[in-house]
């Protein structure tokens, strides 16, 4: 099992950017897939995005298609999420987290590790 920790958060002005980072410790990082999830105030948790073991495959939902991006580097076990254009829609947590696949992720099925989170506020 990975250990996660999420950092990047802040508060930015509508139509800004903000990259989070995810730092894995555990020699299996590379054999996981990875996402990122958030949750707003009142909220229940989504899905934000989700990477493959090997990077080949990116996933997202429509609501940050197009704005968001996730990536990995699997020599510095991070997994980074990049965010622009963003919206006051997109104020929550970001959690960053580890399943065996992508499907897990996609449908928040069995996750096997999250992280604690890293807040992202996003003001009008």
């Given at each position: 099992q990975v250990q996660l920790v999420e950092s990047g958060g802040g508060l930015v002005q509508a139509g800004g950017s903000l990259r989070l980072s995810c730092a894995a410790s555990g020699r299996?990082?590379?054999?996981?897939?990875m996402g990122w999830f958030r949750q707003a105030p009142g909220k229940e948790r989504e899905f934000v995005a989700a990477i493959s073991w090997n990077g080949a495959n990116t996933y997202y939902p429509?609501?940050?298609?197009g704005r968001f991006t996730i990536s990995r580097d699997t020599a510095k076990n991070t997994v980074?999420?990049?965010m622009i254009s963003l919206k006051p829609d997109d104020t929550a947590v970001y959690y960053c987290a580890a399943a065996s696949g992508v499907v897990a992720l996609t449908t928040s099925g069995a996750i096997d590790s999250w992280g604690r989170g890293t807040r992202v506020t996003v003001s009008s």
């Open positions: 299996t990082f590379s054999t996981y897939a429509d609501s940050v298609k980074y999420l990049q």
